[in-house]
């Protein structure tokens, strides 16, 4: 990995054109130099605790008051791109600094005499007013004995965190929100900035990933305020369990779609994964075409598939490698969204299945050892239902029942290959013959071993 150094991604060039000049300090980090300081603010850190970890390391280490910044206001609010000369009178705890505005020393856009009077009024009722740390770039004019050159780094530091390393998606991570931030993501996404930085990407990865980070950003403002507008009627209604159906729904299905996101960026950010092919497809973000799919299920956590993916690299033909991928969380999505000629690949784990009615000429593929596709207890009498009009090939695979049903397979037409299976036809929920084949069908069974007979 280089060590080019980098910085936090905030363009400050427009300070450069003003009159008078404001320096402030800048930074270019090295990889070693980033990997330290969060290794020594975020050391087993669970995600849920990663702004309380912040926190902490600011109130210790910077100057709580006297010295000025540039503020760049990154609010919607500020339409006319505003900078503020700013003075700091108090560091908070909500990683937020007190402020003085002072005067404004920029505006990116040439403005008319109308806009001019109102960057006034703006600034003369900004006052004083509490602004993100992030937003403050401190001013190293006057400071020549560098007493807020460490005030400067540890803001830089934080802002390339929340610029690079932060999703949207973090803190509202119900399921893996005691995950170890540093353990489980922090490397994936440090490797991927570097990546960027010394274009050994792809651009139209780097173009998903731009587009996913831009709307998620925009799903998380939607919540954020769905939030706020909650907070607000329960102390209208001053009931602390007043609950809003509208808005819990609106806040549900916005979840959803966040959690897409994310899923699309964990691939994205591992780079087995990324460099699978070409161009990464979504099954959320793009209907099939007439492309084969290679669908890829995992339905545990998402390391199972970093791990299986090393594996399924050497499995595949040259040919394959060139297909379009489809990631899913479970085998039934890969079923319902596959067609006649695509492959399904199937991650460690249970598969859990109600009745499988396959009529499409599929392969299915277990690229770990430890892959079963199991009866769930709703399945009805029968399992596994095929009627294709030329083969299904289902490999490496355990096929179990679980509940109580007739027969695990019935095969009515087309060629069933079966090969380095397991069958284990359960006797003791099995009500009849495991498996009928009719005179029209045909099954070849390869390498497969039966149990439970």
């Not at 008319?112 to 937003?135: Q, S, W, Y």
């Not at 803190?171 to 274009?199: A, C, G, M, S």
Request: glycine share 2%.
């Amino acid at each position: 990995m280089s060590s080019m150094p980098i910085d936090s991604g905030c363009d400050t060039d427009s300070l450069e054109e003003e009159k008078p000049k404001y320096e402030t300090y800048n930074f270019k980090f090295l990889r070693a130099d980033l990997e330290k300081i969060y290794e020594e603010i975020l050391q087993d850190v669970p995600i849920d605790s990663v702004f309380d970890s912040f926190s902490n390391y600011i109130t210790n280490n910077i100057e709580p008051v006297g010295w000025k910044a540039i503020w760049i206001p990154w609010s919607d609010n500020f339409r006319h791109s505003s900078r503020f000369l700013v003075e700091v009178t108090n560091v908070l705890e909500s990683m937020e600094a007190s402020v003085l505005i002072m005067k404004r020393v920029s505006n990116n856009n040439n403005n008319n005499e109308d806009d001019d009077d109102a960057l006034v009024n703006e600034l003369n009722e900004l006052g004083e007013r509490k602004v993100p740390l992030i937003e403050l770039f401190v001013i190293s004019d006057d400071d020549e004995d560098k007493l807020f050159y460490k005030t400067a780094f540890i803001i830089e530091v934080i802002r390339f965190f929340y610029l690079n390393l932060w999703r949207p998606w973090d803190d509202v991570d119900d399921q893996y929100h005691d995950e170890i931030f540093l353990t489980h993501r922090f490397i994936p996404r440090l490797n991927l900035v570097f990546d960027i930085k010394n274009n050994v990407i792809d651009k139209n990865i780097i173009s998903r990933f731009e587009s996913i980070i831009s709307e998620a950003q925009s799903i998380k403002k939607s919540m954020d305020k769905l939030n706020l507008i909650c907070k607000k009627e329960q102390e209208l209604q001053q009931d602390e369990d007043y609950f809003n159906d509208i808005n819990s729904v609106e806040y549900w299905r916005l979840t959803i779609k966040l959690e897409k996101y994310q899923r699309a960026m964990r691939f994205i950010e591992n780079p087995e994964l990324r460099n699978l092919y070409e161009e990464f497809v979504s099954e959320e973000f793009d209907d099939l075409d007439n492309e084969r799919v290679l669908h890829l299920v995992s339905n545990s956590d998402f390391e199972s598939l970093s791990k299986a993916v090393a594996k399924l690299g050497f499995s595949l033909t040259e040919e394959k490698t060139k297909t379009k991928v489809k990631l899913h969380d479970s085998f039934p999505k890969a079923l319902s969204r596959s067609k006649s000629g695509d492959s399904i690949y199937l991650c460690a784990g249970n598969h859990v299945q109600k009745l499988s009615w396959i009529e499409k000429n599929l392969e299915i593929y277990g690229i770990e050892p430890d892959v079963k596709i199991c009866s769930s207890h709703d399945c009805g009498d029968l399992f596994i239902f095929v009627n294709v009009p030329g083969t299904l090939k289902i490999s490496n695979v355990t096929i179990k029942a679980v509940h109580p049903i007739d027969q695990l397979i019935c095969l009515k037409s087309g060629h069933l290959i079966l090969e380095d299976c397991v069958l284990d036809f359960n006797q003791s929920v099995m009500k009849k013959e495991p498996i009928r084949k009719l005179d029209d069908a045909q099954l070849t069974l390869i390498n497969t071993k039966i149990i439970g007979q």
